[in-house]
């Protein structure tokens, strides 16, 4: 795996009032992470995740560079938790704000890097499949398939209202019934793909579009 180092410091979350496709639940607000933090470059492969768990491929469209999609979110902790023996290092899904930080890479826009068509694999010109990870354009920090391609899970239990006061190295509420997936999928459309966009999702599900992203501490 590539991992891309994010600085600690802050950043505005959430989407102004006027961004085409805005929902309620994307309230601007300050977060400062007192940490930095290493980002995987893509979304986990096939074959990252069979060379990590030793086979048994939940996704329903097989190939060794497509990201690997029909996981839980235990699955996805459990894969960084294996992952985190085999390496002797500390892996995990990253928090919603940590995803949201590494999405943006220092941009305010609703896409990071470029445009909707440069950046993500959506509805409008996947063909409604996943594609091989970083096959377009990544964002200023490196990282591709913020957008799109796999929709992503997140650590956080979901919270529809996050507040407009700083929040300092959030994690989400302790207990709810959904989880946080991010950057949309080859099957939402493309605002459903926005750096603030947000996803509450049934933590049991195993969606044929839905996948995951490791963080890896590191200073």
């Known amino acids: 795996m590539r991992f891309a180092k994010m600085p600690a410091g802050e950043f505005v979350m959430g989407s102004p009032a006027g961004e085409a496709g805005r929902q309620v639940d994307e309230v601007m607000h300050a977060v400062r992470l007192g940490k930095g933090f290493c980002m995987g470059v893509t979304e986990v492969t096939q074959r990252q995740w069979e060379a990590v768990v030793g086979g048994g491929n939940?996704?329903?469209v097989k190939?060794?560079?497509l990201p690997v999609?029909?996981?839980t979110w235990a699955d996805a902790v459990r894969f960084c938790a294996m992952l985190s023996e085999k390496e002797g290092r500390k892996y995990r899904l990253p928090t919603e704000a940590e995803w949201e930080r590494a999405c943006r890479a220092g941009e305010d826009g609703p896409f990071s890097?470029?445009?909707a068509d440069e950046v993500a694999w959506h509805l409008g010109n996947s063909g409604e499949v996943a594609h091989p990870v970083g096959g377009l354009r990544p964002n200023g920090g490196g990282l591709h398939d913020m957008h799109g391609n796999a929709m992503e899970w997140c650590a956080d239990w979901y919270?529809?209202?996050l507040g407009r006061e700083m929040?300092?190295?959030p994690a989400g509420p302790p207990i709810g019934e959904s989880r946080v997936a991010r950057g949309g999928s080859f099957?939402?459309?493309a605002?459903?793909?926005r750096s603030a966009a947000r996803h509450a999702v049934t933590p049991s599900y195993q969606y044929e579009h839905l996948g995951f992203r490791v963080l890896m501490e590191c200073e």
């Open 113 to 115: 890097g470029g445009g």
């Open 187 to 189: 099957r939402h459309n």
């Open 63 to 65: 190939g060794p560079e």
């Open 58 to 60: 939940p996704s329903k």
């Open 159 to 161: 919270q529809e209202r």
């Open 191 to 193: 605002r459903a793909a």
């Open 167 to 169: 929040a300092a190295d």
């Open 69 to 71: 999609t029909g996981v």
